[in-house]
């Protein structure tokens, strides 16, 4: 089956690129020691950001370890919705995609996040969120700071796009995960990375009539074409000419980057379903494919952003 071969392949990758690079080992570590309950349950913490109460849910691994240092995983959802809604619909914190990870779902303000003219908080206020949850997470939980990650759908995942743009927020990230996203903070004229390169695996429909493919204008301002996204997130993490697989009859397409630095090989990644909607792509039909009307997804963004995320470290 493809998907098996797929999956195996990257892990068997994982390891020679993991290797190569010294990871990071900054970062707070006063949340180690501590054990927790509700460990493998969803947890809703809250806290002051800027003058304002903010909250999200947190999900540890079922045989969460408090000595131990784990990967941590930013799921930002989609505008009208909400922390809980993504997980529910991304399965996410399911042992099989996050087993060994800690997973943070956080709650835009007004269920947006900055970057479109709907959103409710600024692209400032966003990233202090991001910022000061980072440091709340750290302080209770035991963290591994070479380890975090961020995926995201449709305004979560345009998010994800302005905060690789921050060099001191973005810079405490390892690689992004977007899926169906609206990134209507590019092209970005003032997106200064921490690193070259920062890697991005982006997921997105040809036929997605909310975040179209083709750009133009969507519900919060101006839309890129996608091909142009690619090209700007080519050009700053310095890679060469992609290679292309198609597969399920033409319907899916992987591009893929090899890319500056150590950790360059497959820093840019993109796959492009042809007849795929305004998703949060799964292989059973999930909340959000179900809304829009569309079957099973040939691509699983479960699956293949954990993968990808195991490919990468923050490095020293
Ligand atoms: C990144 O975001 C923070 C928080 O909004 C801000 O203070 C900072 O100036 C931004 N830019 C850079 C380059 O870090
Ligand atoms: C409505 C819903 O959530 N449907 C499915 C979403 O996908 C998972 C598997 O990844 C199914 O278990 C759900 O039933």
Redesign the pocket.
């Given at each position: 089956m493809f998907w098996a071969t797929f999956t195996l392949g990257l892990v068997a990758l994982s390891a020679s690129f993991v290797s190569a690079v010294d990871p990071y080992t900054g970062g707070d570590t006063s949340g180690c020691g501590t054990a927790h309950l509700f460990d493998g349950l969803p947890r809703y913490l809250s806290l002051d950001t800027g003058g304002t109460t903010r909250s999200y849910w947190i999900h540890l691994p079922s045989d969460y370890h408090p000595d131990q240092q784990y990967p941590v995983v930013f799921g930002f959802h989609g505008r009208g919705t909400n922390g809980e809604f993504f997980y529910q619909d991304t399965h996410l914190s399911m042992p099989r995609f996050s087993a060994n990870k800690i997973m943070i779902y956080p709650d835009g303000l007004g269920r947006a996040w900055a970057g479109p003219e709907y959103a409710k908080a600024s692209?400032?206020?966003?990233?202090?969120f991001v910022?000061d949850m980072l440091a709340h997470v750290r302080s209770k939980y035991c963290v591994d700071s070479a380890r975090i990650y961020a995926t995201g759908f449709s305004n979560g995942a345009g998010f994800l796009d302005t905060l690789a743009c921050?060099?001191?927020?973005?810079?405490e990230f390892a690689a992004f995960a977007p899926a169906s996203g609206v990134y209507y903070t590019e092209p970005d004229g003032a997106c200064?990375p921490a690193r070259t390169p920062m890697p991005f695996l982006e997921m997105h429909g040809q036929a997605d009539g909310a975040a179209r493919y083709a750009g133009g204008r969507g519900t919060g301002g101006t839309l890129p074409q996608m091909s142009d996204w690619l090209a700007l997130w080519a050009d700053r993490n310095g890679c060469g000419d992609p290679t292309q697989e198609d597969s399920d009859g033409g319907n899916v397409h992987y591009i893929s980057y090899d890319c500056k630095g150590d950790q360059g090989a497959g820093a840019l990644q993109h796959w492009r379903v042809d007849d795929m909607a305004h998703v949060w792509p799964a292989l059973h039909i999930n909340l959000s494919q179900d809304g829009q009307g569309y079957g099973p997804a040939p691509i699983s963004a479960s699956i293949l952003s954990m993968a990808f995320f195991d490919q990468f470290v923050r490095p020293a």
């Open positions: 692209v400032e206020q966003d990233l202090q910022w921050n060099a001191t927020v973005g810079g200064e």
